[in-house]
T-cell receptor, first 111, second 114 residues
Framework: QKEVEQNSGPLSVPEGAIASLNCTYSDRVSQSFFWYRQYSGKSPELIMSIYSNGDKEDGRFTAQLNKASQYVSLLIRDSQPSDSATYLCAVNPGTGNQFYFGTGTSLTVIP | GAVVSQHPSWVICKSGTSVKIECRSLDFQATTMFWYRQFPKQSLMLMATSNEGSKATYEQGVEKDKFLINHASLTLSTLTVTSAHPEDSSFYIC??????????FGSGTRLTVV
């Protein structure tokens, strides 16, 4: 069974702080990893994708991947109230095209 | 680019009726589309994988006779919820792959069965 686990939160951080979101996955052969942001009542939107071990930075967002530990994280620097949303970790095991999603972490940035 | 248009965005139907949800890839050809369902405060659950020109592949526990999927062209996939019941009320989302950049999602359809 391909499982993706996230801490459901809620996670609260003050405006300007760093928010850290974590995700673990069970399938060792997973190839691609994605972070999506989902506002209430809306469909997910892609924030970051990462395929290799290490860090990948895009603006205020940094994705970190450690395949040996089967762990992927998302850091949001200088958090803004508009970052308040549910963040979904998605894993593509590489066997076909389907994604497997974590349950999501609810983030609230307090002004 | 890589836009998937989904409609309707919301629909209310009576119990026992059928509802069709459409997803169109506007600027690319979607060989494969995925259909998800999301209940309140829960994550997206993959229902089925839709391949153009062939039968859809359903996830375990999803009734294929209840959730009819048609992917007759490279730009259109439809999900029909047949004989809908209140427990089918949910947020239905389609997505499609566009190369190596991940997946793009439709805007979702909020289905309420009364």
């Amino acid at each position: 069974q391909k499982e993706v686990e996230q801490n459901s939160g809620p996670l609260s951080v003050p405006e300007g702080a760093i928010a850290s979101l974590n995700c673990t996955y069970s399938d060792r052969v997973s190839q691609s990893f994605f972070w999506y942001r989902q506002y209430s009542g809306k469909s997910p939107e892609l924030i970051m994708s990462i395929y290799s071990n290490g860090d990948k930075e895009d603006g205020r967002f940094t994705a970190q991947l450690n395949k040996a530990s089967q762990y992927v994280s998302l850091l949001i620097r200088d958090s803004q109230p508009s970052d308040s949303a549910t963040y979904l970790c998605a894993v593509n095991p590489g066997t076909g095209n389907q994604f497997y999603f974590g349950t999501g972490t609810s983030l609230t940035v307090i002004p | 680019g890589a836009v998937v248009s989904q409609h309707p965005s919301w629909v209310i139907c009576k119990s026992g009726t059928s509802v069709k949800i459409e997803c169109r890839s506007l600027d690319f050809q979607a060989t494969t589309m995925f259909w998800y369902r999301q209940f309140p405060k829960q994550s997206l659950m993959l229902m089925a994988t839709s391949n153009e020109g062939s039968k859809a592949t359903y996830e375990q526990g999803v009734e294929k006779d209840k959730f009819l999927i048609n992917h007759a062209s490279l730009t259109l996939s439809t999900l029909t919820v047949t004989s809908a019941h209140p427990e089918d009320s949910s947020f239905y989302i389609c997505s499609a792959s566009y190369g190596n950049y991940g997946y793009t999602f439709g805007s979702g359809t909020r289905l309420t069965v009364v």
